[in-house]
């Protein structure tokens, strides 16, 4: 059974550009969470996806934006890069019912330079 | 809104010893309560959860937790810690179904050989 797999794993990106992230949740997940981790912090919710839309949204700028596919599958967009948006980026599936519990992926390290 | 707070940043238990990591929740209606595991560089694993009934839930790796509601608490525990347990430590809330994870900021927990 796979678990939550995100690709990629590290990437290096200048100020300005433009990153896509992805993720493919647990088998028979449905729903999609993203999350971002700072150095030494916890992780802070982005946003979530659940049949094709975004239902939940975190504190998080426009530039950060996400999509999800028919096949569950998500990605997660991010515009004009700051050096603040160095992070661990953790995608985490679950089930929109029953168990509440998000499994999560390896996570993306992205380095803004 | 939800919150979360683990007071201690960084705990150093002997091998063999035993350990409490304490957390502490806000939220107004009953909670669902979790704690994850992250080693070096990886993403996150359940230990354990709760969601209602019995207030001592037993988890992976021998850890155990208690919900005390009057003192809006779910400390993590282990009667004997092994080196292999050292990591960083993260309780979460999560509110009611659909809605997305508070975590606290995590406790760094170092072995002693």
């Known amino acids: 059974d796979a678990g939550v797999t995100q690709s990629p794993t590290h990437l290096i990106k200048t100020r300005g550009q433009q990153v896509t992230l992805r993720c493919s949740p647990k088998?028979?997940?449905?729903?999609v969470s993203w999350y971002q981790q700072a150095l030494g912090q916890g992780p802070q919710f982005i946003f979530q996806?659940?049949?094709?839309?975004?239902?939940q949204r975190g504190n998080f700028p426009d530039r950060f934006s996400g999509h999800q596919f028919p096949n569950y599958s998500s990605e997660l967009n991010v515009n004009a890069l700051l050096l603040g948006d160095s992070a661990l980026y953790l995608c985490a599936s679950s089930l929109a019912t029953g168990a509440y519990e998000q499994y999560f992926g390896p996570g993306t390290r992205l380095t803004v330079t | 809104a939800q919150s979360v707070t683990q007071p201690d940043i960084h705990i150093t238990v002997s091998e063999g010893a035993s350990l409490e990591l304490r957390c502490n929740y806000s939220?107004?209606?009953?909670?669902?309560l979790f704690w994850y595991v992250q080693s070096p560089g990886q993403g996150l694993q359940l230990l354990l959860k709760?969601?209602?009934?019995?207030?001592l839930v037993q988890g992976i790796k021998g850890f155990e937790a208690e919900f005390k509601r009057s003192q809006s608490s779910f400390n993590l525990r282990k009667p004997s810690v092994h080196w292999s347990d050292a990591a960083e430590y993260f309780c979460a809330v999560g509110a009611n179904y659909g809605q997305n994870f508070v975590f606290g900021p995590g406790t760094r927990l170092s072995v002693l050989p």
């Open positions: 939220y107004g209606a009953t909670p669902y």
């Open positions: 088998s028979g997940h449905d729903t």
């Open positions: 996806y659940y049949e094709e839309e975004e239902r």
């Open positions: 709760y969601f209602s009934g019995d207030t």
